[in-house]
């Protein structure tokens, strides 16, 4: 931690780190405020604090406007860190969103619980103290957006939520956590690159549905979205494949809207080129789907909609994919 007295804006949204009750179930009840003065090792930390109560919502309930909204409201903070503090269930959209739109140098820290404070052993407050140690360091700026949870810290474009109670939930398959949280030090294992990010001034409205594939499918979904959706992103099996009698129909609705291939396995890359037989990725490329590369469907989703409401058509939406991975 440096010498200088660092800013760190924390955005408050709900979620499990602020939610009581038994008999009628966990709901959000706690502010910020009330989670902070529950971590006394934030005064040992050299930051002065500023926090926001933006949101007190479950995350299932968040909207990609809310995001926006945030994102914004981060940026004119202007703060030598930023950390989100929401519920686990979306916070690999939410982070990733986040990373499309944050163009600034200081880290923008994702965190929250799994545990509420009325269970044994919950742990809101070691991540959000885990999560003002990294967005008032040095070593994860320029960084984009990261997630910090379980004392290790993940890159937004990778991190995945893997279990549904485990506090270890959040897993980077594809390229594993960027550093650790060591002895209330956060310490950085490796670096990426940035990637583009986006400006939208617009309301999203864009209607982007996830098809998941499954054995012997023949279909039947696509043609129910069809003439309702703005785009759509498809789940397929392994490197990017779908049963034949979906590959027409897949390419028909392509023409029409941007239609992006993804994989249901959960990390790896869709493949452009090793398969041929009807329904492999290179035969649903040539029908004009666009590969979404790295990116699960989920992400693949949360970037097309941030595209179609950048104005992108889909020659650039073609391009941009690649460039996000």
């Excluded at 924390?10 to 910020?32: D, E, K, P, W």
């Excluded at 549904?164 to 594809?174: D, E, I, K, L, Y």
Aim: net charge negative.
């Amino acid at each position: 931690m440096s010498d200088v007295t660092r800013r760190i804006g924390v955005f408050f949204l709900g979620g499990t780190i602020s939610m009581a009750g038994h008999g009628g179930g966990a709901v959000v009840r706690l502010a910020g405020d009330e989670l902070l003065a529950g971590v006394p090792q934030l005064a040992a930390l050299d930051v002065t604090i500023e926090a926001r109560q933006f949101r007190s919502l479950p995350s299932a309930a968040l909207s990609f406007d809310d995001i926006v909204e945030l994102v914004a409201a981060a940026r004119e903070l202007d703060a030598d860190g930023v950390v989100v503090v929401q519920g686990t269930d979306t916070i690999e959209e939410t982070a990733y969103l986040i990373d499309l739109l944050w163009d600034a140098d200081a880290p923008i820290v994702v965190t929250g619980a799994m545990r509420n404070p009325t269970l044994a052993g919950p742990d809101g407050p070691a991540n959000l103290l885990a999560a003002v140690v990294v967005a008032g360091g040095v070593s994860f700026r320029r960084l984009g957006a990261l997630v910090v949870f379980n004392d290790q810290v993940h890159a937004a474009r990778f991190v995945r939520k893997t279990h549904t109670t485990s506090t270890a939930t959040f897993v980077s398959h594809n390229a594993g956590p960027l550093g650790h949280l060591v002895e209330d030090a956060a310490v950085a294992l490796t670096a990426i690159g940035r990637r583009p990010t986006y400006r939208i001034t617009t309301p999203v409205t864009a209607r982007v549905p996830v098809l998941a594939v499954g054995l012997d499918d023949d279909g039947m979904l696509i043609t129910g979205v069809a003439g309702r959706c703005d785009g759509l992103v498809v789940a397929g099996f392994g490197a990017g494949h779908v049963p034949p009698p979906m590959a027409e129909a897949l390419g028909e609705l392509a023409q029409r809207v941007p239609v992006v291939l993804a994989s249901r396995a959960g990390a790896g890359a869709v493949l452009t080129r090793t398969y041929g037989f009807v329904g492999s990725e290179s035969d649903l490329l040539a029908r004009g789907l666009i590969g979404s590369g790295w990116l699960d469907q989920y992400k693949a989703r949360v970037l097309l909609r941030v595209l179609l409401a950048s104005g992108h058509d889909r020659a650039a939406i073609a391009a941009a994919f690649p460039a996000a991975c």
